[in-house]
């Protein structure tokens, strides 16, 4: 068969990579990266209950941190969940990926102007984003080492106690380590404007604060995701080609509430891997239709979003949040996982609603029209 052409050597891309060459070591591919290095600058982090157990050889090798465990704050809710976390830095990743790589199936400094003929999965990021409705969650993050051990056993993945900026803000810390810790501050906010240093300043204000003397490192990251509330999935895969597989966000591959995209590259990489016919015309038919088939499942996670986004003023958007957080954890692990049940739509949309219901249900009807 005629050789694979993935373009783009972030998640998405890396982990496709890695499945072929695990599974599937007579298939010809060569990855393409434009950096010197494989996954950007980035931390990913996920639940591993995201993953199916089938699928976790995919993911495993790349693991940086593992946690049993993780903490909310809110106003009126603070909580200690059982759920198992874990984070991948992107150095780890790089190296990981180039140790179970040959060297022939990397092109790393590779800018690709045009898609080369043959079989091609384009996973080099999104689409046209004017083809969605979408509020916006913005973040910046900073690995900062403490003069003295901080104390965290496990994340705190929302701290929504912080002061309410530009939307709902909530800050998120990862314990690397006894005196290195990762925070990053986030808002789910109306624009997509980001003043990175003054981000920065409230994420080392944030320190201070919980009484730690810190000394920035070396990393720093900074993103804007789309929090989609409505859009056209034709025309979004459509504005980035057609005929051609993709993957990542390019192929709209996200949780449309959490922005989380580990789970859904892993699932497609897995997909790939054991597919029997590889060729372009084969693989272009099935990553379109595993994009279509999320998207159209997911109709439930844009109109909460809906409710977050045009329904609740920006002060109150964290109510919405901190009532999620005091739901069962059955029901929070299913929904981080993109498998909300009917039973669990129905109980988040029951009991005490966290903003006016006429004013939910005239903002669905007018994003509808």
Same mark, same amino acid.
């Given at each position: 068969?005629?050789?694979?052409?993935?373009? +783009?050597?972030?998640?998405?891309?890396?982990?496709?990579?890695?499945?072929?060459?695990?599974?599937?070591?007579?298939?010809?591919?060569?990855?393409?990266?434009?950096?010197?290095?494989?996954?950007?600058?980035?931390?990913?982090?996920?639940?591993?209950?995201?993953?199916?157990?089938?699928?976790?050889?995919?993911?495993?090798? #790349?693991?940086?941190?593992?946690?049993?465990?993780?903490?909310?704050?809110?106003?009126?809710?603070?909580?200690? &969940?059982?759920?198992?976390?874990?984070?991948?830095?992107?150095?780890?990743?790089?190296?990981?990926?180039?140790?179970?790589?040959?060297?022939?199936? !990397?092109?790393?400094? %590779?800018?690709?102007?045009?898609?080369?003929?043959?079989?091609?999965?384009?996973?080099?990021?999104?689409?046209?984003?004017?083809?969605?409705?979408?509020?916006?969650?913005?973040?910046?993050?900073?690995?900062?080492?403490?003069?003295?051990?901080? +104390?965290?056993?496990?994340?705190?993945?929302?701290?929504?106690?912080?002061?309410?900026?530009?939307?709902?803000?909530?800050?998120?810390?990862?314990? #690397?380590?006894?005196?290195?810790?990762?925070?990053?501050?986030?808002?789910?906010?109306?624009?997509?404007?980001?003043?990175?240093?003054?981000?920065?300043?409230?994420?080392?204000?944030?320190?201070?604060?919980?009484?730690?003397?810190?000394?920035?490192?070396?990393?720093?990251?900074?993103?804007?995701?789309?929090?989609?509330?409505?859009?056209?999935?034709?025309?979004?895969?459509?504005?980035?080609?057609?005929?051609?597989?993709?993957? +990542?966000?390019?192929?709209?591959? #996200?949780?449309?509430?959490?922005?989380?995209?580990?789970?859904?590259?892993?699932? !497609?990489?897995?997909?790939? %891997?054991?597919?029997?016919?590889?060729?372009?015309?084969? &693989?272009?038919?099935?990553?379109?239709?595993?994009?279509?088939?999320?998207?159209?499942?997911?109709? #439930?996670?844009?109109?909460?979003?809906?409710?977050?986004?045009?329904?609740?003023?920006?002060?109150?958007?964290?109510?919405?949040?901190?009532?999620?957080?005091?739901?069962?954890?059955?029901?929070?692990?299913?929904?981080?996982?993109?498998?909300?049940? !009917?039973?669990?739509? !129905?109980?988040?949309?029951?009991?005490?609603?966290?903003?006016?219901?006429?004013?939910?249900?005239?903002?669905?009807?007018?994003?509808?029209?």
């Amino acid at each position: 068969m005629s050789e694979i052409a993935i373009l +783009g050597g972030g998640l998405a891309g890396g982990l496709i990579a890695y499945a072929l060459h695990q599974k599937r070591p007579d298939i010809p591919f060569t990855l393409y990266e434009r950096g010197d290095a494989l996954g950007g600058n980035h931390v990913w982090s996920f639940f591993e209950s995201d993953i199916a157990p089938a699928d976790a050889w995919i993911i495993e090798p #790349f693991i940086s941190h593992r946690w049993d465990g993780y903490d909310v704050r809110f106003p009126a809710l603070r909580r200690t &969940l059982g759920g198992r976390y874990r984070s991948i830095e992107c150095e780890r990743f790089d190296q990981v990926l180039r140790a179970a790589l040959p060297a022939e199936r !990397l092109r790393l400094g %590779a800018s690709v102007r045009e898609v080369p003929t043959g079989a091609v999965i384009d996973t080099r990021g999104p689409g046209d984003l004017k083809s969605l409705d979408a509020g916006w969650q913005k973040f910046v993050g900073l690995e900062l080492h403490t003069a003295a051990p901080h +104390g965290l056993t496990r994340p705190i993945v929302m701290d929504a106690t912080v002061e309410q900026i530009d939307g709902y803000r909530f800050v998120y810390v990862l314990p #690397f380590g006894p005196s290195t810790l990762f925070i990053e501050d986030t808002y789910y906010s109306d624009s997509p404007k980001l003043d990175v240093e003054a981000v920065k300043a409230r994420i080392l204000a944030y320190a201070a604060d919980h009484g730690w003397q810190v000394t920035p490192a070396n990393r720093q990251e900074a993103g804007v995701l789309p929090v989609v509330v409505r859009g056209d999935f034709d025309a979004y895969w459509n504005s980035t080609g057609t005929g051609i597989a993709k993957a +990542g966000m390019r192929a709209g591959l #996200f949780h449309p509430t959490t922005g989380y995209s580990l789970p859904d590259a892993v699932r !497609l990489a897995a997909r790939i %891997a054991a597919a029997p016919d590889l060729s372009p015309a084969a &693989l272009a038919a099935l990553t379109r239709d595993h994009a279509a088939r999320a998207w159209a499942g997911r109709g #439930f996670y844009r109109m909460l979003d809906t409710m977050l986004f045009r329904a609740a003023r920006p002060e109150e958007r964290y109510r919405i949040m901190e009532r999620f957080y005091g739901l069962p954890e059955p029901l929070i692990v299913r929904f981080y996982a993109a498998e909300t049940s !009917l039973f669990d739509k !129905l109980r988040i949309l029951t009991g005490r609603p966290p903003i006016p219901i006429p004013r939910a249900i005239g903002a669905i009807i007018r994003t509808r029209k």
